[in-house]
């Protein structure tokens, strides 16, 4: 037994001293890659490895986020900001009078509510897994298939929707006109104190652009501060964007392509089916195709997938490693169905990760969290 204890710490040392690369004879030295990423200039860093598939002109590299930019339409102010804060906490916009964006989206669960799926109008279930708000400014579509192309355009629809808020927008801006105190707040913020549709979405939007990531320890350590990784963190940060192969989807400093993929995850056959983008558009090209999430935060948003049935991370490490295997069930295929089946994206393969090198891909994942906050939740208008 003693022999094992002293075996294991060496083999793991090794490992994290020198990384060994795809070719046979090659090895990285970890405190050499430590400097290449912490130097403060990506431009030293080593060359990603990218799928053919990926589009190589569009591609970015992964950094710490830069400021949030607000549209020409809809520019900041903090007292519009606050008006959207005040909005996205009213659980009078529901037809109950007791669901608000807040009750998904809540800020000590990593702006999440932590469930499989959301509960809804009459204690509903949603049909997909309740995304972050955090840095969702960075998004160029919203929710899982995109339906919405904007945070203004997407703040309508929670309200609408049957199984969340299942209030009729008209009915929903009458709401907040019977309440006296809004007019103050919206005298505030757009200069007089008329409230429409588009006002409390541009509110709601404003504020939620608000909602950005602090520094995460892997900002701090590809910004200079050296020490601020592990040598497991260092080798699972070069896993990431190279044999791991996370980088082809999970880039950008909002560790997100935001574009759509088929990572096998529509469940077809199952009471759980979800044809994602596809049901937006029509096109059999985008069949079982879902937004990239981003990766920041991601410790704290737990469950994960559009359908939120892993429960770990380390799951999810797995099933790429698989190579995302899509069951098909056999009894579709010669019948009108089978022309509805997922084709997953070409991207995705076997990763042959050991384990040494699955853990540290999760140390690293686990680097682009920070601890949940807390806010000041606004007293409500009368």
């Given at each position: 037994m003693k022999i094992k204890h002293i075996i294991l710490p060496i083999a793991l040392l090794i490992f994290l001293s020198a990384y060994k690369t795809d070719d046979e004879n090659e090895y990285i030295d970890i405190q050499h890659l430590r400097k290449l990423y912490s130097s403060g200039n990506p431009a030293s860093w080593p060359k990603p490895t990218l799928d053919k598939n990926v589009d190589k002109t569009t591609f970015q590299d992964i950094g710490p986020l830069p400021e949030m930019t607000y549209p020409e339409y809809n520019k900041y102010s903090k007292e519009k900001a606050f008006l959207g804060k005040t909005l996205f906490f009213d659980p009078r916009?529901?037809?109950s009078g007791q669901i608000a964006c807040a009750s998904c989206h809540n800020p000590e669960l990593g702006w999440t509510d932590n469930l499989t799926r959301s509960f809804g109008h009459n204690r509903q279930n949603g049909k997909r897994n309740s995304m972050t708000i955090l840095n969702s400014g960075y998004a160029k579509t919203l929710f899982w298939d995109g339906r919405a192309s904007s945070l203004e355009d997407q703040a309508q629809f929670p309200i609408a929707d049957p199984l969340e808020m299942n209030e009729k927008?008209?009915?929903?801006?009458?709401?907040?006109?019977?309440?006296?105190g809004y007019g103050k707040l919206f005298t505030e913020a757009f200069g007089d104190e008329k409230v429409t549709l588009q006002r409390i979405q541009y509110a709601i939007a404003?504020?939620?652009r608000t909602i950005k990531s602090p520094k995460s320890k892997f900002d701090n350590f590809v910004s200079g501060k050296s020490e601020a990784f592990t040598d497991q963190q260092v080798t699972g940060l070069h896993l990431f964007r190279t044999k791991a192969q996370c980088i082809n989807c999970h880039n950008t400093p909002y560790f997100s392509d935001n574009q759509f993929h088929n990572d096998g995850q529509s469940l077809f056959g199952t009471k759980d089916e979800d044809f994602g983008r596809y049901n937006v558009t029509g096109d059999k090209k985008d069949l079982?195709?879902?937004?990239?999430?981003?990766?920041?935060?991601v410790a704290n948003t737990r469950p994960w997938m559009h359908h939120g049935h892993f429960p770990s991370l380390l799951d999810v490490v797995e099933f790429y490693n698989l190579g995302n295997p899509a069951a098909i069930q056999k009894k579709y295929l010669g019948t009108a169905r089978d022309s509805l089946i997922p084709v997953t994206s070409p991207i995705l393969k076997k990763l042959d990760l050991n384990r040494a090198e699955i853990n540290a891909l999760l140390a690293f994942i686990e680097t682009l969290s920070t601890p949940n906050g807390r806010i000041a939740t606004p007293k409500m208008p009368e």
């Open positions: 916009l529901s037809v927008l008209t009915i929903a801006v009458d709401k907040i006109v019977a309440v006296k404003t504020f939620e079982g195709k879902f937004r990239t999430p981003t990766l920041r935060e």
